[in-house]
């Protein structure tokens, strides 16, 4: 079966998601507003919190009640232990969870607004180290995953190589292409499912996302790079669907905003999860929605990732809608 001959209506088997990518410890401070350069802002609240997009995606995922296996490397410090500790409580395989004893565990720097909004930087310690070797050793969960997640915080050639692993399983992959960089058509074309947000999408295609009709047409040109679905995230608008026969804008739900740390990544884990169950796009698109609203209530990265019984009694409340 060719790859243009493939739909993703025909990726129905397996359960099991594989996560490869990345892990941190975020330092997050609360603020009035986000510093300008040069600019010193008296912060309030500070708080150490799990994260990194990779193990954000993760633990959403087993949350929403995947069964996640996580590919990834941790340094042999206090954040690595911490690390672990946390993903045991979450049910992560960790079988191929490497512990690097020469390079420190990712941390991210965050400010986050009164309005919501963040500012990150990244030292990716650990991160930078996850390999094409990593990911080989790991052949074995992806023979049994129906859906793997990569981002874009390790190398560009372990994503590739994950990706190719996926496609030769037969596994469905999704694609967050965060934080944004030039994609290969190679790469593209593995991809199952492309997830940017709107400054991802804008620097994937030079097309700025103001309306649905801009969507639509940056989705086309994602597709026709040989990605099967495209779903761009729009934040509290919610997201834009485009695959064979669909250009459909999703809606959010609307809630009150105190965190947009990892939305994203609520909403890819979240998404995946439904999807390893065989759950119809649409619907696993608007449960992905309902994560990602519940996440932005909270504070944090992993901590924001919503069980999947608060998903399930979120969306009973919008049932009529």
């Not at 679905?229 to 608008?237: A, F, K």
Request: proline share 4%.
């Amino acid at each position: 079966m060719t790859r243009r001959s493939r739909k993703y209506s025909d990726m129905k088997r397996k359960q099991h998601i594989v996560v490869v990518g990345s892990s941190n410890t975020d330092l997050i401070i609360r603020v009035e507003h986000i510093p300008k350069p040069g600019e010193t802002v008296l912060g309030g609240k500070f708080v150490t919190a799990a994260g990194g997009k990779g193990a954000n995606q993760a633990v959403a995922a087993a949350r929403a009640g995947g069964k996640v296996t996580f590919v990834a490397r941790i340094g042999q410090d206090t954040f690595g232990t911490q690390a672990m500790r946390g993903f045991k409580q979450d049910g992560l395989n960790l079988k191929h969870l490497v512990s690097d004893n020469k390079h420190p565990s990712g941390t991210a720097l965050i400010f986050v607004s009164q309005s919501g909004e963040n500012s990150i930087a990244v030292a990716s310690g650990a991160n930078a180290e996850l390999s094409v070797a990593d990911v080989l050793r790991a052949k074995p969960a992806f023979a049994r995953a129906k859906v793997c997640i990569l981002q874009l915080e390790i190398p560009l050639a372990t994503v590739q190589a994950a990706a190719e692993l996926a496609y030769s399983q037969g596994t469905l992959v999704i694609l967050n292409p965060a934080p944004a960089q030039k994609l290969s058509s190679a790469l593209l074309e593995r991809v199952t499912i492309l997830t940017p947000n709107e400054s991802e999408t804008e620097f994937l295609t030079g097309i700025p996302i103001r309306d649905e009709t801009s969507a639509r047409r940056a989705a086309e040109q994602l597709l026709s790079r040989g990605v099967l679905v495209v779903i761009l995230t729009l934040g509290s608008r919610g997201v834009f669907v485009a695959t064979e026969g669909v250009r459909r804008r999703v809606p959010g739900f609307k809630v009150k905003p105190m965190d947009t740390t990892a939305a994203g990544d609520v909403f890819n884990g979240a998404l995946a999860a439904s999807l390893a169950e065989g759950k119809e796009l649409m619907l696993a698109v608007r449960f992905a929605n309902a994560a990602a609203a519940l996440s932005v209530t909270r504070l944090g990265a992993q901590p924001s990732a919503p069980s999947r019984r608060d998903i399930e009694r979120f969306l009973n409340q919008f049932s009529g809608e």
